[in-house]
Structure formats: C-alpha cells, structure tokens
C-alpha cells in the first residue's frame, strides 16, 4: 500500500484568510487530511463562527490584521508557540477593489499591496526561519485571482 502524498498528519498549516471563502474551504481540508490549521484572518467574531465548522482538537484562531507587515514575524513566533512547528503556510487573504485609473488613490492601493505581496512575503520569511519551520520542510502556497492573468475594466489596482 502507498502513502498518500497529500496527508497532512502531524502538520500544522498557517492559512490566512481563514474565515470565509477560499481560507475557510482550505482550513476545512487541512482538518480533513490530517493536519491542524492555524487560522489567521482580521475579524476575531468571524474566525470564532468559521471554528465552529471544524473539528476543534484540530484548528485554532488568530485574529490579525496582515497589514501591519512588521508585527508579522511576531504573528508567526506566537502561532509556532501554540501549535508547534509550521509545515505549510495559504495565503488567501485579500481584499477586491475597482478603481478606474483616473481615480488611482496611491494609499488605497499600498494596503492592498501590502495584504495581497507584502504579507505573503512576510509570511514566508517567518515561516522559513529555522525556529519556526518544520524540520520535515514546509510547502507555502500563495492563492492568486484569476485577474491576475485576464483583467478586466476597473481592476488595474487589483491585478
């Protein structure tokens, strides 16, 4: 009998974006093949609703703002302490904006930088510490939209 390269026993998997849509659906399938998740999203009352789908043994809530790049790697070091050591990382946070160019804000669209590049990059580099990593390796997962590929009218900020 083979093993199945896909199970996840004894990993703990950080996925941001944890409390609705895609984060939730990948929290629910680390739980599924074995493996603890480490929910991350901004709204504390949401990560606690999304919980409830899950076995409770098997994920924990972090309530963060992964806008604030510098306290990320903090983020990451509390996460190491209460779960163990980090084997897998999904960034799917983020935020969808239309803006038209002509009304092009250069702040609105660092904070969307900032949540969908900046905090991904963070994240990876916490993970990957030697501290923090798992010492099996860790696979780190970045969703993207398929905007990025096919704009369209109104997402230049976006994609």
Do not use: W
Not at 52 to 60: C, G, I, V, Y
Not at 75 to 100: C, E, Q, W, Y
């Amino acid at each position: 009998m083979t093993k199945n390269p896909m199970l996840l026993l004894g990993k703990n998997v950080i996925v941001t974006g944890a409390s609705s849509g895609i984060g939730l659906a990948t929290s629910r399938l680390v739980c599924e093949l074995g493996g603890t998740v480490a929910m991350v999203s901004r709204s504390e009352e949401r990560l606690r609703n999304a919980k409830k789908e899950l076995p409770e043994d098997a994920s924990k809530i972090f309530p963060f703002d992964l806008q604030k790049s510098k306290e990320i790697p903090d983020l990451v070091n509390f996460i190491r302490d209460k779960v163990g050591p980090i084997g897998g990382l999904v960034h799917s946070a983020g935020d969808f904006a239309v803006t038209p160019l002509r009304v092009f804000d250069p702040e609105e669209y660092r904070l969307l930088y900032d949540l969908h590049v900046t905090a991904f990059f963070m994240l990876s580099k916490a993970v990957c510490m030697k501290k923090n990593v798992d010492p099996t390796g860790a696979s780190i997962v970045a969703v993207s939209s398929v905007a990025a590929i096919s704009g369209s009218e109104g997402l230049s900020t976006y994609s």
